[in-house]
């Protein structure tokens, strides 16, 4: 499994404060089966991004780890009106292992009602937005018809394994699943912090994957487009996502588009 969103990095962000910690969440990730971890610090109104800083603590992590998992950089960008034009101008320093892709996360209480031109710009620029937990998101939440506009605009979506095995809650867990249902999910990944309350940890979300939608897709969101991203590479082919014109046909779908 690959993870292309972790908080590995020591005395970064809210991650872990101490690099043996880090090291531990690594070798649990490792443990689980993850081969590649993607550290992604946060940038924010809270913590700064420093490139070079991130860079050296990333290879004195991967030097005390060893070869397992293989670990790159990107960043947890947030999306603001303050540093969108930021993410432009300098996109190699945000985009997951320099390649176009990028995650992208929104305010707990707000998405600036001009993301779809923001998103626009962002394309344009050669760079490829990965929307982060939106199930966690309580606008996305309100809104999902939004979410489903942004995907058939070639926006890509990552949720959390923990929440759709419910270790946030039966609320994003029951909005994981349904974004499932409707192929409005391209990754899992563990957004882990630490190793006891948000550990690096994809294999419970994985089992879950396989015994609901199969093995395939269970490749496919914790494998095959996970590779791609790090390898830079176009998404191999997937299911279509369902909107609004499929909820009409099955009424037990409709709150999800109310």
């Known amino acids: 499994m690959i993870d292309i969103h972790c908080h590995p990095l020591y005395a970064t962000d809210d991650g872990p404060k101490t690099f043996d910690i880090a090291v531990e969440m690594c070798r649990m990730a490792a443990a689980d089966g993850v081969t590649h971890l993607v550290a992604t610090p ?103 018809e939004v979410l489903y506009g942004w995907v058939t605009r070639s926006c890509l979506v990552q949720v959390t394994a923990q929440s759709y095995t419910g270790g946030f809650g039966r609320a994003a867990q029951r909005f994981a699943e349904q974004l499932l249902e409707r192929n409005l999910i391209h990754f899992f990944a563990s957004d882990a912090h630490d190793t006891r309350y948000r550990p690096p940890l994809l294999s419970p979300c994985y089992q879950k994957l396989v015994a609901a939608r199969g093995k395939a897709v269970a490749d496919l969101l914790l494998k095959r487009n996970p ?32």
Not at 102 to 108: H, K, Q
Not at 230 to 256: A, D, H, N, Q, Y
Request: with cysteine; net charge negative.
């Open 42 to 144: 946060h940038y924010n109104y809270e913590y700064p991004f420093e490139p070079e800083e991130n860079r050296a603590k990333l290879a004195q992590l991967q030097a005390a780890i060893g070869d397992a998992p293989n670990l790159s950089l990107g960043c947890d960008f947030h999306l603001s009106y303050e540093n969108i034009r930021h993410l432009i101008e300098n996109r190699t320093q945000f985009t997951i292992n320099l390649s176009s892709y990028v995650l992208v996360e929104f305010d707990e209480y707000f998405v600036p009602e001009q993301m779809d031109q923001v998103f626009y710009e962002m394309q344009v620029a050669g760079l490829t937005p990965i929307v982060t937990h939106p199930e966690r998101n309580p606008v996305c939440c309100r809104k999902p």
């Open 227 to 258: 590779e791609a991203v790090i390898k830079g590479l176009p998404l191999p082919p997937g299911p279509p996502p369902l909107g609004p014109e499929t909820v009409k046909k099955k009424r037990r779908w409709f709150s999800f588009f109310r």
